[in-house]
C-alpha cells in the first residue's frame, strides 16, 4: 500500500460538479480494493468495492475504475454535493484478509 | 452492513495508566480488526483479533503494550498500556463479513497528557 503521508491532499470542487479522486497501489497481488469515506469524527464509512476481475463498478453516484495495467484506482462522484465533504481512503485487499489503506484525500466542496 | 459500537469514544488519560477499549458487533462476523489513526494520517492495522486464541500482531506492535481479548463472535477490547502522548490517536475497531468488506466502528478519540 501507499505510504502514509504528514499531510493528506486536497481536492476543492464546485458543488454540482463531479469529483474524481485517484489512488495508486503497490501490490500486484492485490484482488479486492475499497473506497472509504470517512467524516470528521467519524470511522470510515464502506463507498464502494471493486473486485480484480471487473474495470468498472458503479453505484449510485459514485463509479469505480479499476486500471491493473498501471495499479490505479479511481473514485467519481457525479453532482458533487456539501455532504460529500470527507476524507476519502482507498484500500487494498491482497487475499490474506488484511486491508491496507492509502494515505487518504480530502475532498472540499465549493459553494 | 454490521453495527458496531465502540466504548469509549473518547477520554483523556494521564500518561503511564491503561485503558481499555470495547468493541461490540450486533451480530457474529468472523473476522475483527483493531486500527489507529494518528492525527490527520491514515488507518494503520494494529492486530488481527482471534476468537479464543491469542490475537495476531502487525509489525511494530507488541501484545505487551496493545493487549487484546475476543472472548466470543461479537465482542472484543483493546488495551493501551503505560500510555504516553505518542499513544494519542483513534482507536477503531473493524469486522469483516463473509464478503471480505470491513466496517469499521465510530472510533474511540484517545488523549494522553
Known amino acids: 500500500g501507499e505510504s502514509v503521508g504528514l499531510h493528506l491532499p486536497t481536492l476543492s470542487v464546485q458543488e454540482g460538479d463531479n469529483s474524481i479522486i485517484n489512488c495508486a497501489y503497490s501490490?500486484?497481488?492485490?484482488?479486492?480494493f475499497i473506497w472509504y469515506k470517512q467524516e470528521s469524527g467519524k470511522g470510515p464509512q464502506f463507498i464502494i468495492d471493486i473486485r480484480s476481475n471487473m474495470d468498472k463498478r458503479q453505484g449510485q453516484r459514485v463509479t469505480v475504475l479499476l486500471n491493473k495495467t498501471v495499479k490505479h484506482l479511481s473514485l467519481q462522484i457525479a453532482a458533487t454535493q456539501p455532504g460529500d465533504s470527507a476524507v476519502y481512503f482507498c484500500?487494498?485487499?491482497?487475499?490474506?484478509?488484511?486491508?491496507?489503506f492509502g494515505k487518504g484525500t480530502r475532498l472540499h466542496i465549493l459553494p | 452492513s454490521a453495527v458496531i459500537s465502540q466504548k469509549p469514544s473518547r477520554d483523556i488519560c494521564q500518561r503511564g495508566t491503561s485503558l481499555t477499549i470495547q468493541c461490540q458487533v450486533d451480530?457474529?462476523?468472523?473476522?475483527m480488526f483493531w486500527y489507529r489513526q494518528q492525527p490527520g494520517q491514515s488507518l494503520t492495522l494494529i492486530a488481527t483479533a482471534n476468537q479464543g486464541s491469542e490475537a495476531t500482531y502487525e509489525s511494530g506492535f507488541v501484545i505487551d503494550k496493545f493487549p487484546i481479548s475476543r472472548p466470543n463472535l461479537t465482542f472484543s477490547t483493546l488495551t493501551v498500556s503505560n500510555m504516553s502522548p505518542e499513544d494519542s490517536s483513534i482507536y477503531l475497531c473493524?469486522?469483516?463479513?463473509?464478503?471480505?468488506?470491513?466496517?469499521f466502528g465510530p472510533g474511540t478519540r484517545l488523549t494522553v497528557l
Open positions: 451480530s457474529q462476523v468472523t473476522m
Open positions: 501490490n500486484s497481488a492485490s484482488d479486492y
Open positions: 473493524s469486522v469483516a463479513t463473509s464478503t471480505d468488506t470491513q466496517y
Open positions: 484500500a487494498e485487499n491482497a487475499r490474506d484478509d488484511k486491508i491496507i
